[in-house]
């Protein structure tokens, strides 16, 4: 084997050993990649990564969940209702998600139907009587790195 040859053959095992070390990382929704992560949560029309850390998911679907991002929590919903994560397992994990960051003000029936789905007391849930303004995440994909 030439010297030429051994470079290439050592460039392509060095790059599966690059992607073979992300095997942890699983993706929901549309496969994105890890550029320009920001942990700004600075409001832009445009789309944005995000990082932080998953501290719960929707226990009956998965169909949404928050995240801890820069000492502020984040509600993250899923584009289209189009994909779903893991409804318990995930909770300290950290995850990148791709889309649209937004303030919300949400509903005291969308609040309402979030505490049912987190499992909470009926008593609990009827405490809730005014909307709450949020820091919302409207993703299109998910990255979770287990």
Known sequence: MNFRTFLSLFFILSLIS???QDDQTKFYGEKFNFKNVDNSLELSST???VKGEIISTCPMKGC???M???NDTVLVRFKDYGFFVPKQGVEGSSAIVNGFLSIDTLSVAQLR???ED???KNEEIMKIKKP???L???ADGVAIQE
């Open 18 to 20: 690059v992607y073979s």
């Open 47 to 49: 789309k944005v990564k």
């Open 118 to 120: 987190s499992g909470k």
């Open 132 to 134: 709450k303004i949020t």
């Open 68 to 70: 801890l991002v820069s």
């Open 113 to 115: 139907h979030y505490a």
């Open 64 to 66: 949404w969940m928050n």
């Open 136 to 138: 919302s995440f409207l």
